[in-house]
């Protein structure tokens, strides 16, 4: 009998024990699963005011070259969160379950990677040519606004704007223009080089911890 009683007294412990133990935590899954959908909400956002921006530079003078008005940019950011929103859907996790989400963790870890180097280059080209429309000097010849950066020099190279009837907006609302795809682009650059550096710290970066649950005797180990 005594041995019987404490028998059931230890599987009570046992037990008690059990219902004691800390629950597995699951602020990492949830901030895991959340994941895609922050960073592809802000690609597509940016993607698309990176690319009204460009069509309204467009818009302002026909003119003016692809480098100037990076709408391409603004498509291939948005193709990215695209990608971003499909992983979301596929139930993310740090560890691939399947061969279609280890291929569409790739495409948009190489995807951002792209999106990181496009917004770099974005930014190099609004940077520079932010700094030659501040310096313009400009005057209306037929239907155009001619500019130059050196009015004195007789060999300086000129800037053909067309379609500007005013062109005392070259330095206003053109530099404007440049200046704001110069921070969608760095906001732009940063949002990809996170994404891309969570999918590289989940996918590498993930260890054992030895949290034990229940009694010595049962032992379970919970990846975190």
């Not at 699963?33 to 597509?44: D, G, I, K, N, S």
């Not at 008005?69 to 379950?97: H, M, Q, R």
């Not at 940077?127 to 429309?133: C, E, L, N, R, V």
């Not at 110069?182 to 994404?195: E, F, M, R, S, W």
Request: proline share 4%; hydrophobic share 45%; net charge positive.
């Amino acid at each position: 009998m005594g041995q019987g009683q404490k028998g059931s007294s230890d599987k009570k412990e046992g037990s008690k024990k059990m219902e004691e133990s800390p629950a597995p935590q699951n602020g990492h899954k949830c901030r895991v699963c959340h994941f895609p959908l922050l960073v592809a909400m802000l690609q597509l956002l940016l993607g698309v005011a990176v690319t009204a921006v460009a069509f309204l530079m467009l818009a302002f003078s026909p003119s003016l070259l692809a480098r100037e008005t990076p709408y391409w940019a603004g498509i291939i950011l948005c193709l990215v969160s695209v990608l971003g929103f499909i992983l979301y859907c596929n139930n993310y996790l740090p560890d691939e379950k399947s061969s279609i989400q280890f291929i569409v963790k790739l495409l948009y870890f190489v995807m951002c990677a792209i999106g990181l180097v496009i917004s770099v280059l974005v930014v190099a080209f609004a940077g520079h040519h932010y700094s030659q429309a501040s310096g313009f000097s400009c005057g209306k010849v037929g239907e155009d606004c001619v500019c130059k950066l050196a009015p004195q020099d007789p060999i300086a190279r000129t800037f053909t704007y067309e379609g500007v009837s005013d062109c005392e907006v070259i330095n206003g609302t053109l530099t404007l223009y440049f200046m704001l795809q110069i921070v969608l682009n760095l906001v732009q650059a940063l949002v990809c080089a996170v994404g891309a550096f969570i999918m590289w710290k989940h996918r590498y970066q993930v260890f054992f911890a030895g949290l034990q649950i229940g009694s010595p005797s049962f032992q379970q180990w919970q990846k975190v």
